[in-house]
């Protein structure tokens, strides 16, 4: 079946995602967020599937890889966070996500959708200069980060929730918006009081 341009466009641009990931210097291995992105791109080419299916499975991959840099970087602030409330939303939010990520692991599998098993280049660049932090300032780019990756996911999932095509995505969508919805509130709340410090 011919591709659609935007399948050629989200083709041509994990394909090249690979090639600089596969090109750095610095890079071990392939980023896992790129070839996820790719291997159902591959499976998607070969099968008469819609713009809608394609997102859905978009979603999940980005929700993972999400999830990953959260559970990281929260246990990072259990070791090094400052302020006791940003210890406190840290242990929060390393709890729900390792309940939201086993779920959406499960789905993945249920729906033949390839995840990210590890951080992608732009995750782990971000964990990164976060661990290269002490103290306040550690405690205010931590609350930032969780604002910024809380606030994409709610929208994310307000979105496939009400338009996702596949009905099992769009329920674990739905379930888990509130939640993201709650976790950027408790974010606010810990940068306003960090931002303080």
């Known amino acids: 079946m011919p591709s659609t341009p935007f399948a050629s466009r989200l083709f041509l641009g994990a394909s090249l995602l690979l090639s600089v990931g596969a090109c750095s ?4 291995s392939k980023d896992p967020v790129a070839v996820a992105n790719f291997q159902n791109e591959r499976k998607y080419e070969d099968l008469d599937i ?10 999940l991959v980005k929700t993972m890889a999400d999830g990953l ?3 990281r970087l929260s246990t990072l602030a259990l070791q090094k966070a400052a302020s006791p ?10 709890d729900q996500h390792i309940k939201i990520d086993g779920e959406l692991k499960e789905l993945a599998q249920q729906k033949g959708i390839t995840l990210p098993d590890a951080l992608g280049n732009d995750r782990q660049e971000r964990f990164t200069k976060l661990d290269a932090l002490t103290g306040a300032a550690f405690d205010k780019q931590y609350a930032d980060a969780m604002v910024d990756l809380h606030d994409s996911d709610a929208s994310d999932s307000d979105d496939v929730g009400k338009n996702g095509q596949d009905g099992d995505i769009r329920g674990f969508a739905a379930k888990y918006q509130p939640v993201f919805q709650q976790n950027l509130e408790q974010a606010k709340q810990v940068q306003e009081t960090v931002n303080n410090l």
Do not use: G
């Open 25 to 28: 210097p610095t890079s071990d």
């Open 85 to 94: 409330s940003t210890r406190t939303f840290a242990q929060n939010a390393l």
């Open 50 to 59: 819609t713009n809608k299916q394609k997102k859905d499975a978009a979603y």
């Open 69 to 71: 840099l959260i559970q």
